[in-house]
């Protein structure tokens, strides 16, 4: 009998074509996501060596960082490095075979958003892309992660990736999520709990009532800022929720091979006494919305609480760190979330630019004004998420409420286009980062969920959502 084993070691072990005596391993990988950030000198040193794509048919190309997110879109980008980075992979993508949607293309949007959509992700495959938050599509039981360019370059050639195995990790979350309390702060309290280094060298299995219980924009979310806490990557066992969501899509598989393909993927969970190197378990009924104060994510606090005192943390390297930390964001220790006032509130991003989220913002801003002292966006995650909130009349609430409705794209996530903040305005912002300088030079960001995002740019400063009419 073999020993039970995790729904990781079976995608491994599934993928495995070698492995050499110090444990490194060549993986098969099914699914190749590029975008124009960390693909042009990977298609570079193809065309240098006379290589071709291996499997152009398993690569998917997108432009997303640096696209304007205006609805003059049409008239191109100005800023020049942004614009060879656009232009490179839509040259590279036509000679190399590889499929790609442009900026015109309703498909386009967020690289993490789009190969969901798409049925581009599929439970059980391996899936890379040159981008940290590759980790989103573990949702659907992928194991997905990102890689630097020169692994861009050799998994366009050859299909396979250079890799060590990871440690298993286990979250657990059970319990039910309270009203107002979302995927967001389910995610952000665990990178609290753990830091940003608690997964480090591990595959977090997301598992748990609460995370079942999740819809597949949620459990997206939660496995997006797995890469915050340190992970390699996080993975969701699939279940008829998965399938529900892929089915029909245009890269799904159909007729008889999806029937092959969902017996398949209900082998993937993991196996009754299967060993975990690291567990750890929250109680989501006991969960608050939670706002992020300082510049790393695991600076966070649930919303009825007030900026912590950085002079009570016993370690001097971190006291220290936190204390800049509280300079940059401009906040001093005891002041109560809720008394701070915001300038810019920014929905959208891989974490939380889906329909779903968009329905949450919407729920809070109807019959509602965005407050005079904010300036808000919303971008939605794709072309097709922007179509769909459009036919549900969702944009219909935001314009009417003041909010700016946007163009697809990783926007204000980064500042990486012309959506950025000034220095010192304070930003709620649903997306997954809050490093220095993240959404601008001297920008300061707050990371909440949508439902808290559309609160604070209708009130001005932070509100608890339980308490919201
Ligand atoms: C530009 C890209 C390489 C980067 C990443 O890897 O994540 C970006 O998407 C980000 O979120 O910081
Ligand atoms: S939305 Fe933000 S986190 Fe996601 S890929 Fe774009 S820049 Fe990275």
Redo the contacts with the bound molecule.
């Keep these: 009998m073999t020993a039970p084993r995790t729904i990781y070691d079976k995608i491994w072990d599934d993928h495995m074509v070698d492995q050499q005596g110090d444990g490194t391993c060549l993986l098969y990988i099914d699914r190749h996501l590029v975008?124009e950030?960390?693909s042009p000198q990977a298609f570079e040193g193809l065309r240098t060596t006379h290589r071709k794509v291996r499997a152009p048919q398993k690569t998917l190309a997108v432009v997303d960082?640096n696209v304007p997110t205006s609805p003059d879109r049409a008239q191109g980008i100005k800023n020049e490095e942004s614009r060879i980075q656009v232009e490179a992979l839509a040259t590279n993508a036509a000679e190399f075979n590889v499929e790609y949607f442009n900026e015109n293309d309703k498909r386009q949007g967020i690289v993490h958003i789009v190969g969901p959509e798409q049925g581009f992700t599929l439970p059980g495959t391996t899936i890379v892309c040159?981008?940290?938050?590759t980790s989103t599509h573990g949702a659907f039981g992928a194991l997905a992660h990102?890689i630097g360019t020169s692994e861009v370059e050799h998994v366009l050639a050859t299909q396979t990736l250079i890799q060590k195995k990871a440690k298993n990790m286990l979250v657990e979350v059970n319990g039910e999520l309270p009203d107002g309390v979302t995927a967001k702060d389910i995610i952000l309290a665990i990178i609290g709990e753990i830091g940003t280094a608690g997964g480090t060298g591990h595959v977090i299995e997301f598992a748990g009532d609460a995370i079942r219980a999740l819809s597949m924009e949620g459990r997206m979310t939660v496995c997006n800022m797995t890469?915050e806490g340190g992970a390699r990557a996080g993975l969701i066992a699939p279940d008829e929720k998965t399938y529900e969501y892929i089915k029909g899509r245009p890269r799904a598989p159909k007729g008889k091979a999806w029937d092959m393909a969902v017996e398949y993927w209900k082998s993937l969970v993991s196996d009754e006494g299967a060993h975990y190197d690291k567990i750890v378990r929250l109680d989501a009924a006991s969960l608050p919305p939670i706002v992020s104060w300082g510049s790393s994510p695991e600076d966070v606090i649930a919303v009825t609480g007030e900026v912590p005192d950085p002079d009570l943390i016993p370690d001097e390297a971190k006291r220290t760190s936190k204390w800049r930390a509280l300079d940059y964001m401009g906040l001093k220790p005891g002041t109560k979330i809720t008394d701070i006032t915001i300038d810019r509130v920014f929905i959208g991003s891989?974490t939380n630019g889906r329909i779903e989220d968009l329905r949450a913002a919407a729920a809070v801003v109807e019959g509602k004004t965005v407050n005079p002292n904010v300036d808000a966006m919303i971008v939605p995650g794709s072309g097709l998420v922007k179509d769909q909130a459009e036919a549900e009349g969702l944009d219909v609430i935001f314009k009417a409420a003041g909010f700016d409705w946007r163009e697809p794209g990783?926007s204000m996530?980064?500042a990486?286009n012309d959506d950025r903040l000034k220095p010192y305005e304070r930003c709620a912002s649903t997306s997954?980062?809050n490093f220095e300088g993240?959404q601008g030079f001297k920008g300061r960001t707050h990371l909440v969920s949508p439902a808290m995002a559309a609160a604070a740019a209708i009130a001005g400063h932070f509100v608890d959502i339980r308490d919201w009419k």
Excluded: Y
């Excluded at 040159?130 to 938050?133: Q, R, T």
């Design positions: 975008h950030v960390t960082h040159g981008d940290s938050h990102g890469i891989c990783c996530c980064l990486m997954n980062r993240r």
